[in-house]
């Protein structure tokens, strides 16, 4: 059984940084991917940024691209969203998710289905 489970999240000041951690269990993410999402209340989640496994790639969605940074530590089967310059407007519940299989070649992609979910962490950035 896969299992995802966040933290990290928490309050910061407009232009401050997070970390986001996604430890995963039960989850091979060699031939797998994790994205990122997040839901801002009243609005559709988001789909943010992606990596995969089997080579690396990754995806930003332009509202967070030079902002945000996605990694993965192998060995820990953990995985991280580096969040820089903060805006308010990133304030939502942010959300890990694993597919698997994913299939090698297709570059990462947020829209890609993702059956495996975290629990979710708030981020609030005050103004």
């Known amino acids: 059984e896969v299992q995802l489970v966040e933290s990290g999240g928490g309050l910061v000041q407009a232009g401050g940084s997070l970390r986001l951690s996604c430890t995963a269990s039960g989850f091979t993410f060699d031939d797998g991917a994790i994205g990122w999402f997040r839901q801002a209340p009243g609005k559709e989640r988001e789909g943010i940024s992606c990596?995969?496994?089997?080579?690396?790639?990754?995806l930003y969605v332009g509202s967070v691209k030079g902002r945000f940074t996605i990694s993965s530590d192998n060995a820990k089967n953990t995985f991280y969203l580096q969040m820089d310059s903060l805006k308010p407007e990133d304030t939502a519940v942010y959300y890990c998710a694993a597919s698997h299989p994913y299939p090698r070649g297709y570059g990462c992609s947020t829209i890609y289905e993702y059956e495996y979910w975290g629990q979710g962490t708030q981020v609030t950035v005050s103004s």
């Open positions: 990596i995969t496994g089997s080579d690396g790639s990754t």
